[in-house]
């Protein structure tokens, strides 16, 4: 009923929506009496309209004590320049020693990590951790690295084979070719449904599927 009278007005839904969800969050913050915090992750994939929101809650609700939290690629500002201007925090590569040491935390399980590996593993990555962390899923994959048993073991003829992709996307396309006919099958028609997706929309599509 209380919008009987502006269903053609696609506007008007919308003003009506922003002031709604910006009020939900204030009482929410007026009733716990505590700070609230908006944790907003890959914000790179929002549509425009949700984008639209995000700024105009950050004015709307900047009397509360209230923090708005955005993680993103840069690709966002292509197409938002002045989004949250003034409020970033870019993250830098991580640096040699950060590295080492991620690379040793990920190959843990090893015991003793030999140098030849530790330098494959953050080589490539120029600093990017999500790399390093799918590469070494990459070997396991592979079966360069004996991840069934602990402490994981090196097949080194494996591992002198593996031709180690340059980019992320190269990494994740090794993993993905490295699945069994099915398993590929039903993550491409996992795809399909969403970011999100369930055994039973995939029974939908595919039977064999779940």
Excluded: C
């Excluded at 929506?17 to 700070?35: C, K, N, S, V, Y």
């Excluded at 509360?64 to 840069?74: A, E, F, K």
């Excluded at 600093?127 to 069934?148: Q, T």
């Excluded at 990494?171 to 491409?188: G, I, M, W, Y």
């Amino acid at each position: 009923r209380h919008l009987g009278a502006i269903l053609a007005d696609g506007r008007q839904i919308r003003s009506r929506a922003f002031h709604a969800a910006a009020q939900l969050l204030r009482r929410i913050q007026l009733r716990d009496r505590t700070p609230t915090l908006l944790l907003l992750d890959d914000l790179h994939w929002a549509d425009d309209p949700s984008l639209d929101f995000f700024a105009e809650l950050a004015v709307t609700n900047a009397d509360l004590p209230m923090l708005l939290l955005g993680l993103t690629r840069p690709t966002l500002f292509e197409r938002r320049a002045n989004l949250f201007d003034g409020r970033r925090v870019a993250l830098a590569p991580l640096g040699e020693g950060s590295s080492r040491k991620l690379a040793e935390q990920l190959l843990r399980k090893l015991g003793e990590i030999p140098a030849a590996l530790r330098d494959l593993v953050t080589g490539r990555a120029e600093g990017n951790p999500f790399y390093m962390e799918e590469l070494v899923m990459m070997l396991v994959d592979e079966g360069a690295i004996d991840a069934s048993a602990e402490p994981w073991t090196i097949d080194a003829g494996r591992l002198r084979a593996s031709a180690v992709p340059l980019t992320l996307t190269g990494v994740l396309q090794a993993r993905l070719d490295s699945l069994r006919a099915a398993e590929k099958r039903a993550l491409q028609q996992a795809s399909v449904i969403g970011f999100v997706f369930w055994d039973q929309a995939l029974a939908a599509i595919d039977a064999r599927a779940p």
